[in-house]
């Protein structure tokens, strides 16, 4: 089966997603167009038809906004988990939400808490995008790159992650303990034969490159995943992107998703 057999490709093989936001603005609450970090509906939906059947139950340990509840439309039965108080309750509103507009939608739960402390969790799938260490530390320059171009005040932005125990707070050596023990339990919450994909993207520190997708690929193998795909996206957005730029920095402009199926 072909991956994202719609979407173009540039000279490099990279996809080349279509902007989402009429797509998301038309079936999601609206509030959910403050998030920072919403996985690309295009690529979210293009992961799940890809490993995945109707009937399958898909697990995102890092939900979000709830991005992946769009595959209950499709069939599947989708479970959130989020650390984040807030966006826990989003979540069950995005579901409420589509319940409203879509009675057919299969079951979706929502789970408040820390994944680290509620997997494993019996499901077929795992899609999700993890966030970089200390990726969710504000800055004076960033809180306002935010406010200008996402129209997030700083107050919500100070609110994006504060709980103790989200990975996005951490240094890189304790993010890296705390990925490894998350990666762990997912291998033990997905049935045999089934898969987690992983949306990361490279930053730039120091001036170098840093590749999160080699140490992810090394802790996966460790752990006992085995390689299934891996395909990269042309991605330049985002307000991380945007701090960079404004300063001539260099940029990572390709998104890897990596796919590792349980034996």
């Not at 609450?29 to 403050?34: L, N, T």
């Not at 809180?143 to 129209?151: C, L, P, Q, W």
């Amino acid at each position: 089966m072909e991956f994202a057999p719609n979407l173009q490709r540039n000279e490099y093989g990279w996809i080349i997603l279509p902007d989402d936001v009429t797509w998301r603005k038309s079936m999601f609450p609206e509030k959910v167009m403050k998030h920072l970090a919403k996985l690309q509906m295009y690529l979210e939906q293009a992961i799940y038809r890809y490993v995945s059947e109707p009937g399958d139950t898909l697990l995102d340990p890092m939900g979000g906004t709830g991005t992946l509840m769009m595959a209950a439309l499709e069939g599947r039965q989708v479970i959130t988990i989020d650390i984040e108080g807030k966006y826990h309750e989003l979540q069950k509103e995005v579901y409420a939400h589509l319940q409203r507009n879509h009675p057919d939608i299969r079951p979706s739960i929502q789970i408040y808490g820390n994944c680290k402390l509620i997997l494993p969790i019996p499901c077929n799938h795992v899609i999700f995008s993890p966030p970089y260490g200390q990726a969710f530390k504000p800055s004076k320059k960033l809180t306002g790159i935010v406010a200008d171009k996402y129209r997030v005040s700083e107050e919500e932005f100070q609110e994006y992650a504060k709980t103790t125990g989200n990975v996005g707070l951490r240094n890189t050596f304790l993010y890296n303990q705390d990925m490894e023990k998350v990666y762990k339990l997912l291998f033990q919450s997905i049935r045999p034969g089934g898969t987690m994909t992983i949306v990361i993207k490279d930053i730039i520190e120091g001036g170098k490159r840093t590749y999160f997708s080699k140490w992810i690929n090394r802790v996966c193998h460790q752990i006992g995943f085995e390689d299934y795909a891996w395909f990269k996206t042309l991605m330049m957005g985002g307000p991380w992107q945007d701090i960079r730029r404004s300063r001539g920095e260099t940029t990572v402009d390709d998104e890897d998703t990596i796919i590792y199926r349980r034996p």
